[in-house]
């Protein structure tokens, strides 16, 4: 999977060639809206590579510059919708572009997932799902601020897809990565972040 080794590479370089700043805190609530670049453009071969909606929500607080946040995906053209439960941190990385100073947020995160399949999938967990599975996937963000309220955001997502390995078994794991004998899923996003203040604490 070129784009994880990808994401990978750029977090083992990182600090060779960026300096960051623990000094400011960042203390807030924030909340976002994204949707999934790659099948919104060109779609992929689970859509027949046809362009389709794959959008999120998310609900975040941070304090301290320690964000846990609680967010919801929805995929109506594949029957798939997923909640999760992230914990992150906010590492400041400043630099500088056409003698611009540049202020990135660079947010890794963990967020333990319950994937939800609908339509002829079985053996649902919860309310409204006719397929359940729970899993753990890796978050990576990148966030720039554009005012004190405002930010955008690109972010990559890393999940280990147990709906396809309980369906398909073996043929998941084809031509990707994967971890236990579980294919790995990467999504990229584009966000927009509104942020409130709410001093030093929460």
Known sequence: MNQLKTILTLLLTLPIFSSYSQQ??????SFSSGIDIRNEITGSPPTKDEPSLNYQFQFGMVGNNVEINIGYEVFPK???????????YHFHLYGNALKLPIHTIFIPSIEPTLIGRHGTWGGGISY????????????????????DST?????????????????????????????????IVGSNFLKLTYMVPIGQNF
Request: hydrophobic share 40%; charged share 20%.
């Open 128 to 147: 409204n799902q006719a397929s359940s599975h729970l899993s753990l996937g890796l978050n990576l963000a990148f966030r720039w601020q554009i005012n």
């Open 24 to 29: 400011q805190k960042d203390t807030y609530i």
């Open 78 to 88: 594949l029957d798939f919708d997923k909640y999760t439960v992230g914990i992150g």
């Open 151 to 183: 930010a955008f955001e690109y972010s990559f997502n890393a999940l280990p897809r147990t709906d396809l390995s309980s369906m398909y078994g073996e043929i998941a794991t084809r031509d990707r990565a994967s971890i236990a004998g579980i294919g």
